[in-house]
């Protein structure tokens, strides 16, 4: 996959946990965080998205809009929303589409094996559609919104 930093976000079209259509023109004059994540409630998407909602107030801080994408229904992201109070929108992309659009699907490496599924990354996306950075895969989870935050620390100075 290659790195999608400093060309324009693919656009996207999808429900979100809130019971909203959100469009990347939406958030056109925001700087959003697109997390990728493989399923809600295994371990490790459950430590990324608590990680983000502990840190939900230093975004907020920024101007920066989290949210999360995977291709669970729209009713497991609001179970797991609810069972981790999470403070940010999940979209549901079944088909997959905004994952492969942003290089988010394809073959990685699960014990040992090589499988087809979602990859775990994340892009921030300026106020003019811009990718600013974009981590891909990402290879701790719990520690990785803590990163997140950081680029954006150092991008607000």
Known sequence: MKNLE???APDFDLEGSDGKVHRLKDY???TIVLYFYPKDGTPGCTQEACSFRDLRREFEKLGVTVLGVSRDSLDA?????ESNQLPFVLLSDPEGKMLSAYGAWGEKKMYGKTVTGAIRSTVVIGPDGKVLR???PVKKAAQHPAEVLGFLKELAR
Not at 77 to 81: G, I, L, P
């Open 6 to 8: 400093g060309t324009a």
């Open 28 to 30: 056109k004059g925001r």
């Open 77 to 81: 992201h609001r179970k797991f929303a």
């Open 134 to 136: 974009h981590w891909h």
